[in-house]
């Protein structure tokens, strides 16, 4: 639930203006998710969705641009999630199969793709499924201890 939260937060800051948390709230019950200021909250620290200006006194919520991220923030949410969502993983030469509970694959590889490991090329998300390439071949095995050690 969580995480479908978040994405659709990610979509409703896309398609249109948000200046407040109120706003999101009922962007969010128009498409049938209910929820406390209180999360609305958290989801947007860590989301780490920052107010930009839009000309005079108005600001929406965007993702911020450029900068540098916040990596210990990065790594933790990548853990955090690894530890909710997780359910088994593989490989393959130089492909890594990680299997997650239902509707949470994307959140996983949009954690790994901003984790800022080089040997991760880029990942590819279904449901419950996300498929990790990676380079050089025998970074796998580094990584599968890394996704090992999120799991402790």
Not at 24 to 47: P, Y
Not at 84 to 107: F, M, W
Request: cysteine-free; glycine content about 6%; proline content about 4%.
């Amino acid at each position: 639930m969580k995480l479908r939260r978040q994405q659709l937060i990610l979509e409703i800051i896309n398609e249109q203006p948000i200046m407040t948390q109120e706003d999101l709230a009922a962007a969010l019950r128009a498409k049938g998710i209910r929820t406390t200021q209180a999360t609305i909250s958290r989801d947007i620290k860590e989301l780490q969705l920052v107010k930009t200006p839009v000309g005079g006194d108005t600001y929406r919520y965007t993702k911020p641009q450029g900068g540098q991220p916040d990596l210990s923030r990065l790594y933790e949410r990548l853990r955090r999630l690894f530890q909710e969502s997780v359910v088994k993983y593989d490989a393959s030469d130089n492909l890594i199969v990680i299997h997650t509970l239902p509707g949470a694959a994307q959140g996983v590889a949009s954690a790994l793709d901003q984790s800022g490991w080089r040997e991760i090329i880029g990942t590819v998300a279904g449901d419950d499924a996300i498929l990790v390439v990676v380079k050089p071949r025998e970074a796998v095995q580094e990584l599968l201890q890394r996704f090992e050690s999120l799991l402790k």
